[in-house]
């Protein structure tokens, strides 16, 4: 992975300070029907799961986990992606050769970028997948919630898509609403129709006038991101719960401190290696696809290093999905920092935050673990934010966002695990489940953080 330093605002580390419209984007949920079908029998398993058993995990040797779990995984997924990269490489090649021909129409380009996008949802799902898809705001309303699991990445993607559309023309950085052929490839261009990343129209129409620079690095450089991709896929799905199981399984004390804050940080890690794995096929098919960032050299999504080991939860915010923090900086945050009145700086920001929130979980279709982890996310960065502010004051060296020092710190780590833990993939993610079921990992601990925080809060006043 190029490890060189992302900016953490789109704009440089001059905007750290605005840390409030930073929000972890979503997960976006890759939902392979044939993986479903042929892991059930192990999913089943892991349901059945509970803190005072062991897991069927444990009970596999790492040859059984390889040709059960990881084998089974990994060959349909790699059927997945597989297909999707081969047409985002058609796509490619088609524009190569129409821009070197010069004959054909651009809404000819603009419709073979919508068709390979929505292939693989033919081929790979069901009708009623693609007919969501196209017709999301009705079937929003009355399929059901399942189904609706299963598009809601696209549906957000879109949403996303269509609003900056309207952002940029009213700020005359499109002077017309994009044709009919250009809107229907942009809403599904291919490679990011259903994993992402978020593309800015610019960016979308980079691919069809500006050339990739293959060479072997480059090369080199995506297939070592499609490996880490799929090595992250195995240990969201199979290792980190095996590993884990391992050791919770030869504990008797089933209800030890320490093997409540393992079994919270194993869902928690196995939440984020399953959106490294997401974040980072999208970007080889944005890659591959010919789409050109407008901000940086290439199109970047996360940065895992930071991710389990952050500085500080500004860090998580901003690298956990970079083109959905920029879109929220950019459409939301400050589009509603325009109105506030200028003599009331503090309650500008916190309407500015309140909004981003609100927005962000409305993308988010408004599920309540998700909502739950974001509001509870704004509320530390604010906090954590307020007392680095007025120590860094005192102690510059020590607690300034641009010190030197890059050791990680283990609160955030803590709080990570935390926050992670009520997003448990192996749980009914539907909203018929009751509070008690959607919030026992925080419960169980007796909302440690959130004391935590609270108690940080009044220490700030004090200070």
Not at 75 to 94: E, K, P, Q
Not at 341 to 368: D, M, P, Q, W
Request: proline share 3%; hydrophobic share 40%; net charge neutral.
């Amino acid at each position: 992975m190029d490890r060189q330093q992302f900016s953490l605002s789109y704009g440089g580390d001059n905007d750290v300070g605005d840390y409030l419209y930073n929000f972890p984007a979503d997960y976006y949920e890759l939902y392979d029907d044939q993986l479903e079908d042929e892991n059930q029998y192990y999913q089943s398993n892991v349901n059945a799961e509970t803190h005072d058993e062991p897991s069927f995990w444990s009970n596999l040797t790492f040859h059984q986990l390889c040709t059960q779990c990881v084998v089974p995984a990994v060959g349909s997924t790699g059927n997945l992606l597989g297909t999707t990269l081969i047409l985002c490489m058609f796509f490619r090649l088609f524009i190569v050769i129409c821009n070197k021909i010069k004959i054909v129409p651009e809404a000819i380009l603009h419709t073979v970028c919508a068709i390979c996008g929505v292939l693989p949802l033919i081929i790979f799902h069901e009708d009623g997948d693609v007919y969501q898809l196209l017709l999301q705001i009705i079937l929003e309303c009355f399929t059901n919630d399942s189904k609706w699991q299963k598009t809601k990445s696209a549906h957000m993607l879109m949403s996303m898509k269509a609003m900056a559309i309207l952002f940029d023309i009213q700020s005359n950085k499109l002077q017309m609403f994009p044709s009919v052929p250009q809107y229907t490839g942009y809403m599904m261009c291919a490679g990011t129709v259903y994993l992402g990343p978020f593309l800015t129209f610019q960016e979308y129409s980079n691919a069809f006038s500006l050339s990739v620079n293959w060479n072997k690095t480059k090369i080199c450089h995506l297939i070592w991101k499609i490996i880490i991709s799929l090595l992250c896929f195995v240990l969201s799905i199979c290792v980190v719960d095996w590993l884990f199981s391992q050791h919770l399984s030869t504990n008797n004390k089933s209800n030890s401190i320490i093997n409540i804050f393992l079994t919270m940080y194993k869902q928690a890690l196995e939440f984020r290696t399953g959106h490294y794995f997401v974040a980072y096929a999208s970007t080889v098919f944005a890659t591959v696809c010919g789409y050109h960032s407008e901000y940086n050299s290439e199109i970047l999504v996360t940065r895992p290093l930071i991710m389990e080991w952050p500085r500080s939860l500004l860090h998580v915010v901003v690298h956990w999905n970079a083109p959905m923090h920029f879109w929220l900086k950019k459409y939301v945050f400050e589009e509603v920092l325009k109105y506030g009145n200028k003599n009331k700086k503090h309650r500008n920001r916190f309407i500015a935050v309140g909004t981003t929130y609100l927005v962000s979980s409305l993308l988010h279709g408004l599920e309540r673990r998700l909502s739950a982890v974001l509001l509870s996310l704004a509320a530390y960065t604010y906090v954590e934010h307020q007392i680095r502010t007025k120590l860094a004051s005192r102690f510059p060296n020590k607690f300034s966002y641009y010190t030197k020092n890059k050791d990680p710190h283990h609160n955030s780590k803590t709080y990570l695990a935390y926050l992670g833990s009520i997003v448990d993939m192996s749980v009914d993610n539907s909203y018929n489940t009751t509070y008690q079921e959607s919030f026992a990992p925080w419960s169980r601990v007796s909302y440690f953080s959130h004391c935590i925080t609270l108690i940080m809060f009044f220490i700030s006043i004090i200070l």
